[in-house]
């Protein structure tokens, strides 16, 4: 298997890889975030007088993508993907290893949508930062919609169908979309990517709708797509209850650190049954959402997967994700003490998203 660049990428830097079946996503690092994810691991990892049940999305680790080891610059044209499951952390760790190892957040999409939402208004650690670059990100937070409301899209790359190239994004949003500068790039593959440009030109009052932009780009046009776009803005809105929650929790502080939302834009994936269904959008846990699929002749692994199911019901069953919701970048995040308690920097940028989303959800009831 060969490690190629990743097909979707919402911001961010360049150089980084993805295994060719999707299945990992491998990130250059810093020490910094390999630690940061060694830390978690021990933090949340099972202790024998826990007696308290968990339930999923309680624990931060439920919200980051797998960590499955570092990679070393060398290693990473020399290895095979078989190998990388099982890569020694303290033998990578002898040496500084270049790249993470993680779960490739949009395996198991066919079409996803992506959008990174950076939190905070503080954006840099101002322990371990030089004066300069405080000042430097004191002066993007202060322009943007981080200063105001601990939020800002950084990026997001979503899917238009088809016609992508002739999409009349100036038409939907004209005021918000200056088109003298920049904002976003047509995609050959059905996909419109917006830049940074795009998040920091938006403010107080236009955050809401540019959020929105995200969701109905391309499901605002079709007959289903209004009780879609409600079911993925209720699922998101529960994540960030949930997320809000369980951060409560961690004495920690992440600077700089995203939100990274995913859906499902193939409407095949989108079966009436799980639109229509509110019983399944009233109880069902909001970490998991996703949808059964038949799916005719494949390949023996799946059917091994489902066996007896399968076997019974003469079909094959697949369950695919919808959506999903995931913490990302920890370049600049840490543990502190006890007593310093929760990251209020982090958290209010959710508690943000919660009214917008809960004002979104009114325009689609
Ligand atoms: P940085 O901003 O430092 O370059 P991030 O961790 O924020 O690094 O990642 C940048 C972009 O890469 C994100 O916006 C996202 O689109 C993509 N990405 C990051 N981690 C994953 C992952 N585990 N799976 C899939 N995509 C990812
Ligand atoms: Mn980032």
Same mark, same amino acid.
């Given at each position: 298997m060969n490690y190629v660049?990743?097909?979707? &990428?919402?911001?961010?830097?360049?150089? *980084?890889?993805?295994?060719?079946?999707?299945?990992?996503?491998?990130?250059?690092?810093? /020490?910094?975030?390999?630690?940061?994810? &060694?830390?978690? &691991?021990?933090?949340? %990892? /099972?202790?024998?007088?826990? %007696?308290?049940?968990? *339930?999923?999305?309680?624990?931060?680790?439920?919200?980051?993508?797998?960590?499955?080891?570092?990679?070393?610059?060398?290693?990473?044209? +020399?290895? &095979?993907?078989?190998?990388?499951?099982?890569v020694d952390i303290d033998e990578a760790a002898s040496k500084i290893p270049d790249y993470i190892v993680l779960q490739n957040l949009y395996h198991g999409f066919s079409k996803p949508?992506?959008?990174?939402?950076?939190?905070?208004?503080?954006?840099?650690?101002? !322990?371990?930062?030089? /004066?300069?670059?405080?000042?430097?990100?004191?002066?993007? %937070?202060?322009?943007?919609?981080?200063g105001s409301l601990n939020l800002r899209i950084c990026g997001m790359k979503v899917y238009t169908g088809q016609n992508a190239n002739s999409y009349p994004v100036e038409e939907i949003f004209p005021n918000m979309l200056d088109t003298s500068i920049d904002k976003h790039t047509v995609d050959k593959d059905s996909y419109i990517t917006f830049n940074k440009v795009y998040g920091r030109s938006l403010d107080v009052n236009n955050?809401?709708?540019?959020?929105?932009? *995200?969701?109905?780009?391309?499901?605002?046009?079709?007959?289903?797509?209004?009780?879609?776009?409600?079911?993925?803005?209720?699922?998101?809105?529960?994540?960030?209850?949930?997320? $809000?929650?369980?951060?409560? +929790? $961690?004495p920690i502080r992440i600077y700089s650190g995203s939100l990274l939302f995913i859906y499902e834009s193939?409407?095949?994936?989108?079966?009436?049954?799980?639109? $229509?269904?509110? !019983?399944? *959008?009233?109880?069902?846990?909001?970490?998991?959402?996703?949808?059964?699929?038949?799916?005719?002749?494949?390949?023996?692994?799946?059917? !091994?997967?489902?066996?007896?199911?399968?076997?019974?019901?003469?079909i094959i069953e697949k369950f695919v994700p919808l959506s999903s919701l995931h913490i990302i970048d920890f370049a600049h995040a840490k543990f502190v003490d006890e007593e310093l308690s929760y990251d209020e920097n982090f958290i209010i940028g959710i508690e943000n998203l919660i009214k917008i989303f809960k004002s979104l959800i009114e325009q689609y009831k």
């Open positions: 660049h990743p097909i979707h &990428q919402a911001a961010g830097h360049d150089g *980084y890889f993805t295994a060719e079946d999707n299945s990992v996503f491998i990130k250059a690092t810093t /020490p910094q975030e390999i630690q940061f994810y &060694q830390q978690v &691991q021990e933090f949340d %990892s /099972p202790n024998e007088d826990d %007696s308290e049940s968990s *339930y999923s999305g309680s624990k931060l680790i439920d919200w980051l993508p797998i960590f499955m080891g570092t990679l070393s610059e060398s290693a990473i044209t +020399e290895r &095979q993907i078989d190998q990388i499951y099982h949508s992506i959008l990174d939402i950076k939190l905070g208004s503080l954006l840099t650690d101002p !322990e371990t930062t030089t /004066p300069e670059k405080i000042e430097r990100l004191r002066k993007v %937070s202060e322009s943007t919609t981080s955050i809401a709708q540019g959020i929105l932009l *995200y969701f109905k780009l391309y499901f605002g046009n079709h007959p289903h797509g209004k009780r879609i776009i409600f079911n993925l803005l209720t699922t998101f809105l529960r994540r960030f209850e949930l997320l $809000y929650n369980c951060l409560l +929790e $961690y193939d409407l095949t994936k989108w079966t009436e049954d799980v639109i $229509y269904d509110t !019983e399944t *959008y009233e109880t069902a846990d909001p970490m998991i959402n996703e949808s059964l699929v038949d799916e005719y002749g494949q390949d023996e692994d799946d059917i !091994e997967e489902l066996g007896d199911f399968a076997t019974t019901h003469g």
